[in-house]
């Protein structure tokens, strides 16, 4: 079985288990070396990590039914994706609308600013240039300038964390 035939099975495996569970989705499916496993799910609230362990033990289960591993050699991670992952999914986009975002393109161009706006086909970011400062000349403002992306030319968009 090729690591593009486990991908499909799996995620066809998730899907199953979260009909009964509409308020969470399935991000991404990645096995790497070792046949260790990793799926990431995400919800309109976020996820517990009870609801992960209950996931968990379910597809673990089913893996071990179906066989997809030889000698059920393989380990098994479900967790939601954390901020060093980059958004996939429209649910995701618009999950996080208020948030700030790095957005790179597929042309090699950064933009940083609030996402505003995420619908089928792009998203909409406010950037904010140039700052009033106490101390500075008169003249400098904060201005707002907004940018659409369609998604086929984005290459990644991450979550940034502002403190």
């Known amino acids: 079985m090729t690591i593009e035939t486990q991908t499909q099975t799996i995620e066809e495996m998730v899907g199953t288990l979260l009909t009964d569970d509409p308020g969470y989705f399935l991000v991404d499916v990645k096995i790497l070396p070792g046949n260790h496993v990793k799926v990431f799910l995400d919800g309109e609230s976020g996820i517990s990590i009870d609801k992960c362990v209950a996931y968990n033990r379910a597809l673990n289960k089913r893996f071990l039914e179906s066989a ?46 609030k996402l505003v706006e995420a619908d089928e086909g792009s998203i909409l970011i406010e950037e904010e240039k140039g700052k009033i400062n106490p101390g500075q000349k008169p003249g400098k403002i904060k201005e707002l300038v907004q940018h659409r992306f369609a998604f086929e030319t984005i290459k990644s968009t991450k979550i940034q964390i502002v403190f």
Do not use: H
């Open 68 to 113: 997809m591993f030889a000698n059920d050699d393989f380990s098994l991670e479900v967790s939601s994706p954390g901020l060093d992952e980059p958004l996939k999914m429209l649910r995701q986009y618009k999950k996080n609308i208020g948030r700030k975002v790095e957005v790179l393109l597929k042309d090699g161009i950064k933009k940083e600013g």
